[in-house]
């Protein structure tokens, strides 16, 4: 999703769950014309709103509509014009990986600044796009298996970020 995006996430996910503004309003601790306000786009959402709804649906789209809003759009944006369906999504994927690290192996990485030549500046910029490209379809790859199989996004997030962790990646 892009910025301003979140209403618009909510809104999808209330209807695939078949649930009401009220119940989300409920979630959020909120009156459900405040969530009306944000699923129309005429008022933001808070902070708060949107970390009792992330929590309280655990669904990838509306995480990353929420990473949107709270980064100004330096965030994976959702895709809503494309062909989400889990195989289609893994095909891409494989394609997008491919093409980064087909782009990671042509990086002048191992020179300094100052002895990059413009096409060496061109080339790490095209690294870095493609790069962006395959995180893009790696994050849409998790939530949509997430929501697939119904493992939990938030779930998935914990046990790596305890992973990172016993590797001593993170403090």
């Known amino acids: 999703m892009a910025i301003g995006q ?12 078949g649930e009401t503004r009220g119940a989300a309003g409920a979630a959020a601790h909120v009156d ?22 992330t929590k309280h649906y655990d669904d990838g789209q509306l995480y ?24 289609s999504v893994h095909i891409k994927t494989l394609e997008e990986i491919q093409e980064a690290l087909d782009s990671l192996q042509r990086a002048p990485i191992t020179k300094t600044k100052e002895q990059l030549a413009e096409a060496d500046m ?13 995180i893009t379809a790696l994050t849409h790859y998790v939530a949509i298996l997430c929501k697939e199989y119904c493992f939990s996004w938030m779930g998935v997030w914990k046990e790596h970020r305890a992973y990172l962790k016993s590797k001593k990646y993170l403090k």
């Open 6 to 17: 979140f209403g618009t996430a909510l809104d999808e996910v209330l209807k695939r769950n």
């Open 32 to 53: 459900a014309s405040l969530i009306g306000k944000i699923v129309k786009g005429t008022r933001k959402p808070t902070k708060e709103v949107m970390a009792s709804t």
């Open 64 to 87: 990353i509509a929420a990473a949107g809003e709270v980064t100004q759009g330096a965030s994976v944006p959702w895709l809503n014009n494309v062909d989400l369906h889990k195989s």
């Open 122 to 134: 061109k080339q790490i910029k095209l690294t870095l796009m493609e790069c962006v490209e395959a």
